[in-house]
């Protein structure tokens, strides 16, 4: 069974930068995407950043330049490093996995993605 826990949330004054993590256990595809998504409250849910099992990365554009999503197979875990922190970027931040492709044009809808973590929370402050 595929499992995620995302780590790292919490406060940060604008401009300031966090790191999320996400464990990923029972995760055996061969060719597959993760992501980041967000969502703050009355808002709808949003990619945030991907990257595919071949290293591949794509970002949303109001964090290109100020996040970066990484992966260490090593300890099976997901990075989100943020930096430039605006409030904006105040939300619930999801980590999220699904089989095959990750972006084309775009960053692949987060209905396609079948595995969720529980959230962390990032709240900014101004």
């Known amino acids: 069974q595929v499992q995620l826990v995302e780590s790292g949330g919490g406060s940060v004054q604008s401009g300031g930068s966090l790191r999320l993590s996400c464990a990923a256990s029972g995760y055996t595809y061969s060719s597959y995407c993760m992501g980041w998504f967000r969502q703050a409250p009355g808002k709808e849910r949003e990619g945030v950043a991907a990257i595919h099992s071949d290293g591949s990365t794509s970002y949303a554009d109001s964090v290109k330049g100020r996040f970066t999503i990484s992966q260490d197979n090593a300890k099976n875990t997901l990075y989100l490093q943020m930096n430039s922190l605006k409030p904006e970027d105040t939300a619930m931040y999801y980590c999220?996995?699904?089989?095959?492709?990750?972006?084309?044009?775009?960053?692949?809808?987060?209905?396609?993605?079948?595995?969720w973590g529980q959230g962390t929370h990032l709240t900014v402050s101004s």
């Open positions: 999220a996995a699904t089989p095959g492709w990750c972006f084309g044009r775009y960053l692949r809808p987060s209905y396609e993605y079948p595995y």
